[in-house]
């Protein structure tokens, strides 16, 4: 063991960092980012905004981002559930406010449950606050694979009696969305959780898919948490927020660094928001590229799992491994989510989404599993 590892707390030794490969490659799908450039009309302003703080950056920012806060309470009650500036709360990414969270509500001799697969941020970021990670489990109680039932849920909630639960709708890696049912019979099975609902991907959800958003009256214990970096294109921006109720929201004030969002950061993200109609232009046709990948991937043997984000989990894949270095050599790069048979790839503009699905048209029969290949016969 090295002197800084032995220096490291106990509970991190031994640990891998995050990280998503970031490779020089024709078509990258592995990020679910917006494959879309910033609109030019967008980058002008941008470019503007900047400038107009440029000379006072010799001062603090507004360590309250009034003004953003109002932006984003703005675009939110735009779903028809109103969102109030007081309800609303930033950070550099939504893993910062994610943080923010597990520092005020979580911690040494507290506990968190997620029901697995979910965004792996979630554990990590948990364990570097102390909290300790509770892996519930999906797909049981009569769902699918990967369906997450409000009984299963609940059950689970209510035997860890965890400090935090995170929910996922749609959930990463799989693109499944929740019924409200589930937050509410978690919310009321554990009565001292906060209920946070990750809804990163919630702008390319399918028609009639519900916010959690309808949920926050009266219920102080629900969290809303949403990111500008899928949707809006602004993945560079690092720019993610929360809706909850307005004492919720001053508890994290506690944890926050002093003037954790720059002036530079609340411009853009503002100036982004002045021009939401053409930042979210780009949402449909990634839903129809989306659709297309799960329409077509049966054709070539394999099974994609419906979804409401801007990405596709699919499965019936020999060694998901391999078949990712496959792709990997035709210049695609998809994400390995670390499930066995499974692979993730984003939905990306019409000409990456051939170059992926012609990619997999070029992959020899090995790649399949061998009950795929049977039901292909």
């Not at 709360?89 to 968190?112: D, I, K």
Request: overall charge negative; charged content about 20%; some cysteine.
């Amino acid at each position: 063991m090295s002197t800084i590892e032995n220096l490291l707390r106990e509970d991190l030794r031994g640990r891998t960092a995050y990280g998503a490969p970031q490779l020089d490659v024709p078509v990258a799908l592995n990020t679910n980012e917006n494959s879309y450039a910033v609109p030019q009309a967008v980058v002008d302003e941008i470019v503007a905004a900047v400038a107009a703080v440029a000379p006072g950056l010799n001062r603090y920012p507004d360590r309250e981002f009034t003004d953003l806060r109002g932006d984003l309470a703005a675009y939110l009650s735009r779903s028809g559930t109103r969102v109030s500036p007081e309800q609303i709360w930033a950070g550099n990414g939504s893993n910062e406010v994610l943080l923010h969270l597990l520092q005020a509500f979580g911690g040494p001799e507290r506990t968190a449950l997620g029901f697995t697969p979910a965004y792996s941020m979630h554990p990590i970021i948990s364990a570097t606050t102390g909290t300790a990670w509770v892996d519930g489990m999906r797909g049981v109680a009569g769902g699918g694979v990967f369906d997450l039932t409000a009984e299963s849920a609940a059950e689970q909630a209510a035997r860890h009696d965890p400090h935090l639960v995170f929910l996922c709708s749609p959930n990463n890696p799989t693109g499944t969305a929740l019924g409200l049912d589930v937050v509410e019979a978690v919310h009321d099975a554990a009565p001292r959780a906060v209920i946070v609902v990750d809804e990163a991907y919630e702008e390319f959800a399918r028609p009639g898919t519900p916010s959690a958003l309808t949920l926050l009256e009266g219920r102080p214990r629900v969290v809303v948490t949403r990111t500008m970096s899928k949707a809006f294109a602004f993945a560079g921006g690092r720019l993610g927020y929360l809706a909850a109720d307005p004492d919720l929201v001053d508890a994290l004030r506690l944890v926050r660094m002093p003037y954790h969002l720059s002036s530079p950061a609340q411009a853009i993200a503002r100036a982004a928001l002045r021009h939401t109609e053409t930042m979210l232009g780009t949402v449909d046709v990634i839903k129809e590229q989306r659709d297309r990948i799960v329409d077509t991937l049966p054709r070539f043997g394999l099974t994609p799992v419906p979804s409401d984000a801007n990405f596709v989990l699919f499965g019936g894949l020999r060694d998901s491994h391999a078949t990712w270095e496959a792709l990997l050599e035709q210049g695609v790069l998809v994400r390995d989510v670390g499930i066995a048979h499974y692979l993730r790839v984003t939905a990306g503009t019409p000409e990456e989404t051939s170059a992926f699905l012609d990619a997999i048209a070029e992959l020899p029969s090995e790649h399949l599993r061998d009950d795929h290949l049977e039901g292909q016969s």
